[in-house]
């Protein structure tokens, strides 16, 4: 099922590696809710910092507004691995190359 942007309520990422937080933040610097899981749960714990020290390095470049940081991480939700229902969008990693 296909769905136009402004359908999208919220959305799930799967796996907190490089391009999954980057894909997470994406989401919330558009303003979206977003679901942020893992399969494994110690790496959970510091992807927030990760994707805040993302967001303060676009600041330092001017390229976001270093007030936006606080509302955009406020935007992403870490939970516990593969809690996710109701979600339009998810990704995930389907092997490891």
């Known amino acids: 099922?296909?769905?136009?942007?402004d359908q999208i309520k919220k959305v799930g990422v799967v796996g907190t590696g490089l391009m999954r937080h980057g894909?997470?933040?994406?989401?919330?610097?558009?303003?979206y809710p977003v679901t942020l899981t893992d399969s494994v749960k110690s790496v959970l714990a510091g992807v927030k910092d990760r994707i805040?020290?993302?967001?303060?390095?676009?600041?330092?470049?001017g390229l976001i507004n270093p007030d936006d940081i606080a509302k955009i991480l406020q935007r992403i939700t870490?939970?516990?691995?593969?809690k996710l229902?109701?979600?339009?969008?998810t990704t995930f990693?389907?092997?490891k190359s």
């Open 1 to 5: 099922m296909v769905k136009k942007l």
């Open 23 to 31: 894909i997470a933040q994406a989401c919330a610097q558009e303003g």
């Open 52 to 61: 805040k020290s993302n967001l303060e390095t676009l600041a330092q470049g």
């Open 78 to 82: 870490v939970t516990e691995p593969l």
């Open 85 to 89: 229902t109701g979600w339009f969008l």
């Open 93 to 95: 990693r389907t092997s």
